[in-house]
């Protein structure tokens, strides 16, 4: 990738600033502006995250920052409230109270003598989510946002829940929040209070996990900081980012349909990552485009960016499926509006073990999957790191109720999220049933193109479920991701339906055998027509940054994930062991600039019986180092769920050090029950 050392205006970095709020707490800021913008003021841009700009993020920082700052822009990160080096307490994700320290933040950047008073705000994941929860509060100043893999609905389309299932996710994320919020603030920062205020913070941590396992419907909860709620509450223009390879891509569609603010999708093949270093491939230019946005919107110059298409999207096409990828092969197509009013929907039937154009007589077929169906799915949401994607589908497929299509006749490209209606009846008040849309080549290996997951109580409503009658019929309709995808002539499309997707879901409290009524069920596509004008869209540029800070590899590890099955007592489990991430693979480096050295890894372990679903369990264990000179700490952290048909029960411990000497240790062990989930 090209790295710009040479920018339009010459750049200077603060590498603290307090920022204050009117109770008194101070939110630190890392701010990279141009050298004379005391007598050229510019728009201020704004990322606000929990993940520590001091040395969690500050490798992917820089480069972001320094290359705004360089074009005219002064680019702040600043540390939530109660993490990293910020005062405070940090009591959950996305509360109230991070929105209202945001409102007070943006102002005090618009007020400053090197601001316009024009302000923009961006982010991926956490930031991309408050990015829209704070500019639905129509903060003075902000003018124009970036939401980068984010949802608008916290209940549906997060870490936590997904069709009204739990996800593994929660506790995984969870615990990585966990730890990522116990850390010390850095003395070199905050000087000799650097003690006391991390033993706050270790005496008031948070089992993160369990709190949002008490929300298991879409309760007011999970309704704060949700802005499908009220998406007129957002004035702002709105570009909304993500990637098909990620967990959040089905937030952009209708961000696109209900914002009636100036507004703008782009999703790729991407993981969950910033597009310039996105994977799979092809990356693109992504400082660049986001330059277009900001100059257009921050300072009113015409770049021709509000001309093009409102939603632009890879269309993707098969690959073998492997483990990793490092390109997907497809083509940039683009919609003037979404819903396009293009797309056409054309159905199939679900027959005997085939999907029809035509409906066969009504028919029966019965599945009740193994519990360890899933280990091909690959991550709910990735990095672009090996081992993440979704691998061939055969193997779940061998557990799964299959229809296969006749070999298509001609290319079908699809954009949008397809929908299945199924005709079913469960022997159990609680049951999940998982659909996956796959792509078979003609020699037989499957990939996967999207899939979705319904837990059946709440078929008619996520707030208010209700429990099945076993034996009873029902209808049903669930979507699967939103995709754009280009089935090759000649391939076959297979619907594949399960009971369970482990180790992307908790299993249901009871093992479950699903009747499919065939004949009567369907799978809906939005087959999208050719638009010749996809020829003509401007290419993006090529991926380039700002310069990154220098870092010193201290310690590998190795990256493993290993499935081991145990004949004897039909338990498999499946291992993840990294680093963080953010260091080039490295477990321990040294921060060069700031002499900080810096720890962490991170092992999950997911353990699953054959049939039995009691027998469920994992287990997330990190830890986490701090040093500079005669300065260490240390932070041990381990979470735990199991389940029983009526109970979860979870469980952590967190163990601090100072150099080798014990400081603060914490322990959970709660039981909650579960709400026909």
């Not at 979705?452 to 208010?464: A, F, H, I, P, W």
């Not at 997707?501 to 050719?530: F, I, M």
């Not at 260091?583 to 054959?610: C, N, P, Q, S």
Request: charged share 25%; glycine share 8%; net charge negative.
């Amino acid at each position: 990738m090209k790295v710009i050392e040479t920018f339009p205006r010459r750049v200077r970095v603060i590498e603290n600033a307090w920022i204050p709020m009117s109770d008194g707490c101070r939110l630190a800021a890392r701010i990279w502006l141009p050298e004379d913008a005391d007598s050229d003021p510019v728009p201020a841009l704004l990322e606000y995250m929990p993940y520590r700009k001091r040395d969690f993020t500050r490798l992917r920082d820089e480069p972001l920052h320094h290359y705004f700052a360089g074009h005219g822009y002064a680019s702040v990160r600043l540390d939530l409230r109660g993490s990293g080096d910020s005062d405070g307490l940090l009591a959950d994700e996305y509360l109230p109270q991070e929105q209202e320290d945001a409102v007070e933040a943006i102002a005090w950047l618009a007020a400053q003598p090197w601001c316009t008073g024009a302000v923009g705000m961006l982010g991926i994941s956490w930031g991309g989510f408050n990015a829209l929860q704070v500019a639905a509060r129509r903060p003075p100043g902000l003018q124009a946002i970036i939401t980068m893999c984010s949802t608008d609905d916290r209940y549906a389309d997060d870490a936590h829940y997904k069709g009204g299932c739990l996800l593994n996710e929660n506790l995984a994320w969870g615990s990585v929040f966990l730890a990522c919020a116990a850390c010390p603030p850095d003395p070199a920062i905050v000087g000799a209070s650097w003690r006391e205020r991390w033993r706050e913070r270790l005496d008031n941590a948070v089992l993160y996990p369990a709190t949002w396992l008490r929300h298991q419907q879409r309760d007011e909860y999970w309704k704060q900081g949700s802005v499908c709620e009220d998406f007129d509450a957002i004035e702002c223009a709105v570009y909304a980012v993500g990637g098909w390879a990620d967990g959040y891509s089905n937030a952009v569609p209708p961000l696109m349909q209900n914002l009636s603010a100036p507004r703008k999708a782009l999703i790729g093949p991407w993981a969950h990552a910033f597009p310039h270093v996105g994977a799979p491939g092809p990356s693109i230019g992504f400082f660049q485009e986001a330059l277009r946005w900001w100059d257009h919107w921050l300072k009113g110059k015409d770049t021709g960016i509000m001309d093009e298409p409102m939603f632009r999207a890879w269309m993707e096409e098969y690959t073998p499926p492997a483990p990793y990828h490092d390109e997907i092969p497809g083509r940039w197509i683009a919609e003037d509006s979404w819903p396009s009013p293009r797309l056409q929907s054309r159905s199939w039937h679900l027959n005997v073990l085939s999907l029809g154009e035509r409906p066969d007589a009504e028919d029966r077929v019965f599945i009740a999957s193994p519990q360890t169906i899933g280990l091909a799915a690959g991550d709910w949401y990735g990095f672009g790191a090996e081992g993440e994607s979704p691998i061939d589908q055969r193997e779940d497929d061998g557990k799964s109720l299959v229809f296969d299509s006749d070999p298509l006749t001609e290319r079908l490209e699809i954009f949008g999220a397809p929908t299945v209606t199924l005709e079913l009846a469960a022997d159990q008040p609680v049951a999940y049933v998982v659909v996956r849309l796959n792509d078979v080549a003609d020699n037989g290996a499957a990939s996967r193109v999207s899939y979705g997951v319904l837990n059946l109580t709440q078929r008619e409503s996520r707030e208010q479920p209700t429990p099945l009658e076993p034996g009873r019929r029902y209808r049903v309709t669930m979507r699967l991701n939103d995709i754009a995808y280009a089935f090759d002539r000649g391939h076959t499309m297979r619907l594949a339906v399960s009971t369970a997707y482990w180790p992307v879901v908790w299993p249901a409290p009871r093992p479950v055998k699903l009747t499919l009524y065939t004949g009567v069920s369907t799978l809906t596509l939005p087959v999208r027509p050719e638009r010749r004008e996809d020829t003509d869209l401007p290419p993006f540029d090529p991926p380039e940054r700002g310069p990154a800070p220098e870092y010193t590899t201290l310690r590998m590890t190795p990256f493993r994930r290993q499935v081991e099955r145990d004949l004897t007592t039909e338990e498999t489990r499946y291992t993840v062991s990294s680093d963080g991430g953010d260091f080039g693979g490295a477990a321990l480096a040294r921060i060069d600039d700031i002499d900080l050295t810096v720890g962490y890894t991170i092992r999950k372990h997911y353990r699953i019986h054959e049939y039995d679903a009691s027998q469920a369990r994992t287990i997330i264990e990190q830890t986490t180092l701090h040093a500079r000179q005669d300065w260490t700490t240390r932070l041990e952290c381990r979470t735990e769920l199991t389940a029983t048909p009526t109970h979860f029960r979870i469980q952590g411990t967190i163990r601090s050090y100072c150099g080798e000497e014990p400081f603060v240790s914490r322990d959970w062990d709660e039981s909650i029950p579960r709400h026909l989930i």
